[in-house]
């Protein structure tokens, strides 16, 4: 079982930054494939970006490439995502998941979610 816990989430003008964290409960965070994923209003969520249980291999969403970056520390059981060069559409709700089966090198499965963490960019 892990239990995750995002924050960092902010109102930044277009062209700043931000820095997602994702705190996570539970041995076996450093065994899971991890995600990001965000919902704006009306829309169904998305995936943003994953991140392999060993941090060896990460994947993004063509949207957010060259401007976001996901890592983890799993010595500290945290998730993180780096946001660079945002844009008025990254506005959303920021989720973190977990798959729940261990030692993947992609994201197959979202058994664990968190709460979300509000990202507000304007123009």
């Known amino acids: 079982q892990v239990q995750l816990v995002e924050s960092g989430g902010a109102w930044v003008q277009a062209g700043g930054s931000l820095r997602l964290s994702c705190a996570a409960s539970?041995?076996?965070?450093?065994?899971?494939?991890m995600g990001w994923f965000r919902q704006a209003p009306g829309k169904v969520r998305e995936f943003v970006a994953g991140i392999s249980w060993s941090a060896d291999r990460t994947n993004y969403a063509d949207s957010v490439k060259g401007r976001f970056t996901i890592t983890r520390d799993n010595v500290k059981n945290m998730l993180y995502l780096q946001m660079n060069n945002l844009l008025p559409e990254d506005t959303a709700v920021y989720y973190c998941a977990a798959d729940g089966q261990k030692y993947r090198s992609w994201l197959v499965s979202t058994d664990y979610w968190g709460q979300g963490t509000q990202v507000t960019v304007s123009s």
């Open positions: 539970g041995r076996a965070f450093s065994t899971y494939a």
